[in-house]
């Protein structure tokens, strides 16, 4: 029993510290929700980059409304048909106050913003001739990248033209504890952004206001959307001259698990772990199970020494049959095993990667 412990506990060592990579499986997708919380940003800071951080904010304090994001077929959208290359679009529409979409392209190797549509009782639409990549795949720690982007768009009488620039870094990994609990294996991604909306009425040049933005994101293994995100603004306005600083953040209460999906089963009659396939498969395959009743399910992939490889599903699910779509990009070739644990239930079968 002594040697047994012994080695769970190296193990366990190992999860903790462990560095998790972000690909393309990231992406939003159509269907997808995202709901976080303004919390006050009172003595809220980043904290230090690096291998195995600790970041400790348990004692965030929610403030004034959730923030809800929806993700849809770009074809859905009013202005849906000015952006054939998108793959989905991100945002929000009110009757009353208009709609705010942004579109995006996710492919296997970036996530792309191809231009922004606001409309009220004026249609602001800007595309971006040089689109904004906001995300590279696979990105690891350590890595980093750097994108200047541009666009141009018509709002009344007048033209906007946009510029920027972003830098994104994988600078550091560790655990994050949150009002919600403690997380392992979180990586920390740093954005610093700059953006500059020229203002022209023909060949002349009215304004401009300028905003540089660096945001710190925190994301778990197999979850879409940050766990928290820090940022800070400071916004300068011409000809005025006047400056604006801001500082947001916001956290999630639940995260939405990557590649899960209920197959709209109305009763399942009993716990059932089926063989994955294909088996053997590169680098995708399908892994479904049932489940009897509403309950706390742990989903894990471990190679052939026990090893924990993948943390897949670790939530509360109602009753039902599920298929979880496994990427295992970032894995070698080899044999590993996929164990459920549902209440008192454990089942555990092997599946092979062949690349």
């Known amino acids: 029993m002594k040697k047994i412990l012994t080695i769970c506990f190296v193990i366990l060592c190992a999860q903790a510290f462990a560095q998790i990579q972000i690909t393309s499986s990231y992406a939003p997708v159509s269907g997808n929700v995202f709901l976080s919380y303004d919390a006050d940003t009172t003595n809220v800071n980043p904290g230090n980059s690096g291998a195995s951080q600790t970041w400790n904010f348990a004692s965030l304090v929610q403030i004034g409304d959730s923030n809800y994001a929806t993700f849809v077929s770009p074809s859905s959208t009013p202005n849906g048909s000015a952006y054939p290359s998108a793959t989905v679009a991100g945002g929000l529409s009110d009757p009353v106050s208009g709609s705010v979409y942004t579109y995006y392209q996710a492919t296997g190797s970036s996530l792309s913003i191809l231009g922004t549509v606001v409309t009220s009782t004026q249609t602001l639409n800007i595309p971006l001739s040089d689109p904004l990549v906001i995300q590279t795949y696979p990105l690891n720690y350590g890595n980093s ?211």
């Open 145 to 355: 990248s750097n994108d200047n982007y541009s666009g141009s768009g018509v709002f009344g009488s007048g033209t906007i033209k946009r510029r920027g620039t972003i830098s994104i870094s994988y600078d550091a990994y560790g655990t994050i504890v949150l009002p919600s609990g403690t997380v392992n294996n979180v990586a920390r991604i740093k954005l610093v952004q700059t953006v500059t909306d020229s203002t022209f009425i023909g060949v002349n040049y009215i304004s401009s206001v300028s905003t540089t933005t660096t945001t710190y994101q925190w994301y778990k293994q197999n979850y879409k959307f940050p766990l928290m995100e820090i940022s800070n603004s400071t916004t300068n306005s011409y000809p005025s001259g006047s400056v604006t600083k801001s500082k947001s953040v916001s956290f999630v209460k639940n995260a939405a698990t990557i590649g899960i999906v209920n197959n709209n089963v109305s009763v399942a009659d009993g716990y059932k772990l089926y063989n994955n396939y294909p088996n053997p498969f590169n680098p995708v395959t399908q892994i479904r199970f049932s489940i009897p009743k509403n309950e706390f399910v742990s989903l894990k992939i471990y190679n052939s020494l026990g090893e924990e490889a993948a943390e897949l599903i670790s939530q509360n699910l109602n009753q039902g049959d599920y298929t979880y779509s496994f990427d295992a990009s970032r894995l070698t070739s080899g044999a590993y095993f996929y164990t459920l644990n549902s209440g008192d239930f454990t089942e555990t079968k092997r599946m092979v990667l062949v690349k």
